[in-house]
């Protein structure tokens, strides 16, 4: 679980602290505000921890985070990730379940790149995800030909650790009690079942009696079967960590609702999610779901700056989206 971060001189990111984060975390804000840049810096430092000595893996911190780095973000060079009219260094403090990291990139060439002032990472076996806004089934064997047979930029590496974590074998076992619930309840959304085919050699959906190639399936049904393979491979466990961006795409705002709904059940046992949106009706839902189980979720909006609330509180009253959804509803009064 990541308990805090602070970022700074990042991407399009001047300065941004956050302590105390809980199991449900939501970011909002307009377009190019920074939402998926900090999800992707988060994923990226907290994988990195999670591949740390893992088996016969003997690649120090410091070069597994490079490596992460450089392929999520898609550059030739780190350097192009600091904010650029910042005259100092990119820097990332990040604090979880066994791995606390403080780590700059120099804006001189010549200097250190993504040098740690210090580092304590532990050995895990815990696995975290990032679920991109477009789905991945369909291009599932795209992404891993492009990132390991070509070796050339094209899908960033949210989608390749994706791609490899539904390649993971399904394995024996009951899912504990709020997993299995959860699958069921995304079962109940689909109306069927996403799985692979190994003698097809593609991935397929299962609803009322027939058989369908994934390709025809919605985006949103490709989007919960992911989360649904994921659980049923054990994937992810307590203690994983969820980073969704644009949870809304692709989902009608019925599954939205029911999509949280096991987002809270996940989080009830101990899997953290960080998710970035700009729906109201993602907000909405997470604010009724603080309000119903008495729950903290912050909510961290950005636009130039930053701020820090609690839907359990209630909801901003200078949010954009909901002074959005507030001025459409005066435009309408005024008609």
Known sequence: MIKEFQVQNFGCIDSIRVENLKGINLIVGPNSCGKSTLLKVLYAAKRSAELFQRGKNDESYQRLLHKKLRWIFQVDSLQSLIKRDASLSANVQFKADKAEVNFSIAKKKEAPVCSPFFNKVKPTPVNSVFLPAKEILSL???????????????????????AMALNSPTTKGKNPGGFANSRKMLKDITGGV?????????????????????????????????????LGNRFLTKSSVVFIDELESSLHPTAISKFLDIVYELSACGVQFIIS???????KKLYLLAQKNRQSIPIISLDGGYRVDDLLDGIPEDNQ???????????EIDL
């Open 277 to 283: 949106s700009h729906s109201y009706f993602v907000v």
């Open 194 to 230: 996403v799985s692979f085919d190994a003698k097809e050699n593609r991935w397929i959906l299962k609803k009322d009696g027939h058989t369908f190639p994934i390709e025809l399936a919605s985006d949103g049904i490709k989007k919960i079967g992911i989360l649904d393979t994921l």
């Open 321 to 331: 989206i909901i002074a959005e959804s507030i001025r459409l509803y005066e435009e």
């Open 140 to 162: 599932q064997k795209l992404v891993i030909k492009t990132h390991d047979l070509d070796m050339e930029f094209g899908f960033d590496e949210t989608y390749y650790d994706l």
